[in-house]
Every structure is written in C-alpha cells, then in structure tokens.
C-alpha cells in the first residue's frame, strides 16, 4: 500500500518545469538535455548576460555535433533550424527570483563552494513554490550540508550528472536522510526522461564515481612523479589494457586540473579529517599544482593544455 501511496504521488506532482542554475559545462548539458531529450520547460539561470550567453554556445555547438550526425540526411538550414529551436527554447535570465516563479524542479549547478551553494538555496527557499524540489549537481560536497540551507528537507537531494552532460549516460541520485520517496522517485524520473541511467547512493563523499575516479586519477599521476611510466604510456595502458574510453590523465584534463585539484584539497580539509576518506588517496601533488599554477588546467585552456596540449586546429 506504502509504494501505491507513493507512485500516485509522484504521478500528481509530475515535474514539467525545470530550472538549472548555473551555465558552464555541467549546467549547459543538464539544461540542454532536459530540453532536448526529455522535453521539459526549462529555464537556465547564471549571475551574468556574458555566462548565459556562453552557455548558450555551449548548447548549440553541443547540438550541431549531434545534429550532423542524427540528421545527417538533412540540409545544412534544416540542422540549423533543430538547433536553434532548442536554444530559443530555453529560457534565459539573471533575475534569481523569477527564474522560479512556477519551477517544479531546481538543479543547482554552480560553483563548487558549500557557502555559495547554501546562499542560494537559502534565497530560493523563500521564492519557489513550497512544493517544489531542489537538487544539487555538486561532485563532492555533501548534499546534507548544501540542504542545511533550506526548510524542504524533504523535497531535496542529489543530481550528480557527468561530464560531457550530452554524451554521458549517467545520472547519480542522491539521497540524504531526509529526502522522500517521493523526491527521490521523482528524480529518478527526472533522470529517465532524459534518455539517462540513474543509480541511487546516499550522501557519501564522491558519491560512486567520483569516490573511486579521484583517486584513480591521483595515483595516475604519482606513478607518473615516481618516473616509473610516462603520461602517454599510463593513458594507453588503460585504454587498451582495461578498456577505459580515455586514459586518467585526458580524463583528468577533461575534467579540468582547477576542478580535481579543488575536489582533493576540499577532502583533504574534510572527509580525511573524519576518516571517511584516506589521506593517500587525495594526497597533495606537486605535479598536478604546478600546472594549475601555470594555468594549464586541462582542455578547456586549449593551445597551454594541461597533461596535453590542445591546439585550437586541432579538433
Ligand atoms: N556533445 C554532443 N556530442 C558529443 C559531445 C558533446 N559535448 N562530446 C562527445 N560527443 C559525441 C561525439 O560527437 C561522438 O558521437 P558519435 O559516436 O555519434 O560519432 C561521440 O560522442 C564520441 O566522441 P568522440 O569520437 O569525439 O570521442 P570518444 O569516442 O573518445 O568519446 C567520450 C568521447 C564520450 C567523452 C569518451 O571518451 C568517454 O566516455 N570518456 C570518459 C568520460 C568520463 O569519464 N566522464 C566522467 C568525468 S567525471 C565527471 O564528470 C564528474 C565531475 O563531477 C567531476
């Protein structure tokens, strides 16, 4: 009777209006996706007219890759026309407020900062519909720590997509102690109506992925300081002698050096304190920090790189 109670209400409260915060790469792809794949009204909101618009480019050339492959039998204007369609589809503001005046659902993409997060949640709590859920895409924060700011306990978890958004199957849902079935189930059709896989974790450090990604990529890269192998021969011996689609350091450029630098140094300030993650495993490295110093912090630099160089030229 318990899971009757709960499908029926899911299916009174079904999601249809979906806001993203936040529009570099994770929350460009969430809202792309969701207009795309899942046909939600979706409403992408960012501090600035200059990141919307950023994101906005992100979205369209995302879509013409896709595009040129799923149309290809279309002309060139056609192709255009689809993309377009999408982009303008999305809507864009700055104003915080409104961009939740009838939400059903908020994804929180923004800065990696828990002070930053619990502000904005904070100032959401008071403007969005009381029944309306909230969600944070944070990689490595706990998502109980993030709904501190807020009332609705209840009505909030974790959306944890993955980078690139379009491309990547799949989606981690994150429940705290708090979180009900029926936010959770609702999340979990979030997920599957835009064409993506969701698993369910509780709210422990990194979650699945990024628990056992890190520091995979960290110990990647201390076998390399150790001179034992080089950077090109470890991301070749795991591409092709245990199947990974790319090597821990193009994985560690893709996932921006800035950005795994960040999420070890937060749980070194945190998770090794309680234990719950081991020093080793996030252990400062020279190597990585001296580029992030440099400004090499992976691919989205370009021609100064990361690990690898990316030449503009060069697709
Ligand atoms: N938008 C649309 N399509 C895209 C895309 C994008 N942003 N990026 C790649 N694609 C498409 C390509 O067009 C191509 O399509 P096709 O197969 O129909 O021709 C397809 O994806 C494959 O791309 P490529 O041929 O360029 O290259 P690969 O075959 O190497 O695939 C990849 C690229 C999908 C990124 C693959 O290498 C991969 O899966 N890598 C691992 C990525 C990963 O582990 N991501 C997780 C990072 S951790 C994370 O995000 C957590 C965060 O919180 C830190």
Request: hydrophobic share 40%; with cysteine.
């Amino acid at each position: 009777a318990a899971r009757a109670f709960s499908t029926s209400m899911v299916a009174d409260k079904e999601v249809k209006n979906v806001t993203v915060f936040g529009a570099g790469l994770m929350g460009a792809g969430i809202a792309q996706v969701l207009a795309h794949k899942g046909k939600f009204n979706v409403t992408l909101s960012d501090v600035t007219d200059k990141a919307l618009s950023n994101g906005q480019s992100i979205i369209s050339k995302s879509l013409t890759r896709i595009a040129k492959k799923a149309m290809a039998d279309s002309s060139a204007e056609e192709q255009a026309t689809f993309v377009q369609g999408i982009v303008d589809s999305i809507k864009v503001t700055t104003d915080p407020e409104a961009a939740v005046q009838d939400t059903d659902l908020v994804i929180e993409a923004i800065i990696e900062n828990v002070g930053i997060k619990k502000d904005l949640f904070g100032f959401l709590d008071g403007k969005a519909p009381k029944d309306a859920i909230f969600a944070s895409n944070t990689s490595s924060l706990s998502i109980t720590d993030v709904a501190d700011a807020v009332e609705r306990k209840d009505r909030f978890g974790g959306f944890h997509a993955f980078n690139p958004v379009p491309q990547m199957k799949l989606v981690e849902v994150i429940r705290t102690t708090k979180t009900s079935d029926e936010t959770y189930e609702a999340l979990m059709d979030v997920a599957k109506r835009m064409g993506k896989v969701p698993v369910t974790c509780v709210d422990a450090p990194g979650f699945i992925v990024n628990r056992l990604l890190v520091p995979y990529m960290f110990e990647a890269i201390r076998l390399v300081e150790r001179g034992e192998a080089s950077i090109k021969d470890v991301d070749t011996a795991m591409k092709l002698g245990a199947g990974y689609p790319m090597g821990p350091f193009e994985l560690a450029d893709l996932v921006g050096l800035d950005t795994l630098s960040h999420i070890a140094k937060g749980w070194r300030d945190t998770r090794v304190k309680t234990g719950e993650i081991h020093a080793e495993a996030v252990k400062e490295s020279k190597l990585l920090e001296d580029l992030v110093a440099q400004g090499k912090l992976g691919k989205k630099s370009g021609e100064k790189g990361g690990f690898y160089e990316y030449p503009a030229a060069k697709k």
